[in-house]
């Protein structure tokens, strides 16, 4: 069973969707799902039968994370989570197209330029790191918490994609290190936020 623990110590299938009962058919929003974690975790979802709305930067290859699972729904959404206007394209097209959202799976980042030091690191370089990794999370989210919030039954998942880096930084790696430890700041804060509306908000930390 693939699960993640979320910051309030209960745990969730991602696969299932189900906490320990019956689940009915859900909606996911995968950012990122064009390549890599992204596009693994939405193919897994759509074998569970998931029914999936992927973002990210190219439409192509979002389509191509759709085409591993013939026979599943998975709309296509090209997303830059560091444009407010396009999050918010994604996540009407998310409500019209299917009325409610169950799970976001925030994944959307960039390392950014490696081995830098930071005495040499251009600011356009920080700017863009953070503007993916911190505040394309908290747009994606914010917009998920709106509809959770609004819709009948009240609630659903975030979960958060952080790093290793948010515990243990790695050399010539500040902007993406500190967004990685943002994140999981952000990650607290949403998850007692959402309590009362039965919105549970986790984070997995992956790496070496």
């Not at 990210?56 to 085409?67: F, S, V």
Request: net charge neutral; aromatic share 6%; charged share 20%.
């Amino acid at each position: 069973m693939n699960t993640v623990r979320t910051a309030d110590e209960g745990t969730y299938d991602m696969t299932t969707g189900r906490e320990g009962r019956e689940g009915r058919e859900r909606i996911a929003v995968v950012t990122g799902a064009g390549s890599g974690i992204g596009r693994a975790v939405a193919a897994e979802l759509l074998r569970a039968g998931w029914t999936l709305a992927l973002a990210g930067r190219r439409t192509e290859t979002l389509e191509e994370t759709a085409a591993l699972v013939p026979g599943s729904t998975a709309l296509a959404v090209r997303t830059d989570v560091s444009r407010p206007e396009d999050v918010t394209a994604l996540f009407a097209a998310v409500r019209e197209r299917f009325g409610r959202l169950d799970l976001l799976f925030n994944n959307a980042g960039t390392f950014g330029p490696g081995g830098v030091p930071v005495e040499e690191l251009p600011y356009d370089a920080w700017r863009h790191v953070v503007d993916t990794n911190l505040n394309g999370a908290f747009l994606c989210a914010q917009a998920a918490y709106r509809q959770m919030k609004e819709q009948d039954p009240q609630g659903g998942r975030i979960i958060n994609n952080g790093s290793i880096s948010a515990h243990t930084p790695r050399p010539h790696s500040v902007a993406y290190t500190a967004t990685k430890h943002a994140l999981t700041g952000l990650t607290k804060s949403l998850s007692l936020d959402g309590r009362p509306y039965g919105i549970a908000v986790g984070q997995i930390d992956i790496g070496k």
